[in-house]
Structure formats: structure tokens, C-alpha cells
């Protein structure tokens, strides 16, 4: 399923048809069957792993309007759905877990089941949390980090770039606060190991 998908992704990222359709008949010819191809193997995919994400099986299909007849496992990859079928409103299928989630479901987990269940038997609220303006904040960071990767796309000037991350890094940091989280220290950058 992974060597499928990550072949999937690798035919989209190395064709780039979003690129083709803007160029020659032949380039715009190429990238209907690079877009075809990929969605077929979206259906493929689909019908894969609905044993074991049935939900998210029955939501990929649902938005290539795939009809059950593609819901057996082929002996041999083929065209699953017909040249010129039309798919259906694209969305997320898998929603982004927030760092905020993260953190209060590792403080609800962490430790010992027994020590857990002598929490949850004298509930307390945590230290600082403010909901309302936790609310407010989630609400702020995502416009922000909205506003931080669009700069990005339109390749906007790095000091202009830096300073909105800023505004970012802060909120997230007040969000932090008002969720009642524990400041982590900084240092943990994301990307590859040397």
C-alpha cells in the first residue's frame, strides 16, 4: 500500500500537470493522463486499505464518486474508472492534529494507568487555562499561519517571511499558555538528521 501510494505521489510530483495543462495540446494531453492515472491509483488505494480504514476508504471513494463495482481487489492494476469520469468535490481526508492536542493528550496519557485513574477520579482543572481565549488564540495562529504560508507560495522576501514566523512562533507560545501547557524549551528543529 505505502510502495503504491509513495509511486502515486512520485508519477504527480516528477509530471507536475498542473504545470502541462498551461503548455502545448501534447503537454495538456499529457498531463489528463498523468491526473487519470493518479486517480485510478487513488481508487486502488481505496479499496486497499478499507479493511483496515474502512471510513477513510468510503470518504476517498465518495470523492472520486467511484461506483462499488471497484470495491474487489485486482489480480492486476488496471483502469478502474473509465477515461472522462468525473471525480467528485476534493477535500482533506485526514484531519491535522495540533500541537495543543498533542500536548494535552500526552499530559492525559502519560505515566502509569493506575496514577491516570486517580486523576480522573479527583478532577482538577489545570493551572492557567483560559478557554475563551485559548479559543480565541487557535483562531488567531491558524489565520497566521495561513498569512505565513502564503507568503511562502508567493515567494515573498525572507525578512517579511521571518517576521510574520515570529508572530507565529509568539501566539503559538500565548496558546500555550492559555491551554494551561508547560513552555517547551526551544531547539527541536524539524527537517532531516545530519
Known amino acids: 500500500v505505502f510502495s503504491i501510494s509513495r509511486l502515486g505521489n512520485q508519477l504527480m510530483q516528477h509530471n507536475t500537470p498542473w504545470k502541462l495543462v498551461k503548455g502545448s495540446p501534447m503537454e495538456l494531453a499529457r498531463a489528463g493522463t498523468v491526473v487519470g492515472l493518479s486517480v485510478n491509483l487513488a481508487c486502488l488505494l481505496s479499496v486497499l486499505v478499507q479493511p483496515y480504514l474502512p471510513t477513510l476508504s468510503a470518504r476517498l471513494q465518495e ?41 494535552q493528550l500526552k499530559a492525559k496519557y502519560a505515566g502509569k ?8 477520579e479527583a478532577p482538577a482543572a ?17 489565520e497566521q499561519g495561513d498569512k505565513v504560508r502564503l507568503l511562502k507560495t508567493d515567494k515573498a522576501e525572507k525578512a517579511v517571511i521571518d517576521v510574520e514566523v515570529k508572530k507565529l512562533i509568539d501566539m503559538k507560545k500565548q496558546l500555550g499558555v492559555a491551554l494551561g501547557q508547560p513552555e517547551v524549551a526551544p531547539g527541536g528543529k524539524k527537517g532531516k538528521k545530519k
Open 126 to 142: 489545570p493551572a492557567g487555562q483560559d478557554k475563551e481565549l485559548a479559543t480565541k488564540l487557535e483562531k488567531e495562529v491558524a
Open 63 to 103: 470523492q472520486l464518486k467511484a461506483p462499488p463495482s471497484v470495491n474487489v481487489i485486482p489480480e492486476q492494476f488496471h483502469m478502474m474508472l473509465p477515461p472522462g469520469h468525473k471525480i467528485g468535490e476534493p477535500s482533506p481526508l485526514v484531519e491535522e492534529i495540533k500541537a495543543a492536542t498533542i500536548a
Open 113 to 120: 494507568q493506575a496514577d491516570r485513574k486517580e486523576k480522573e
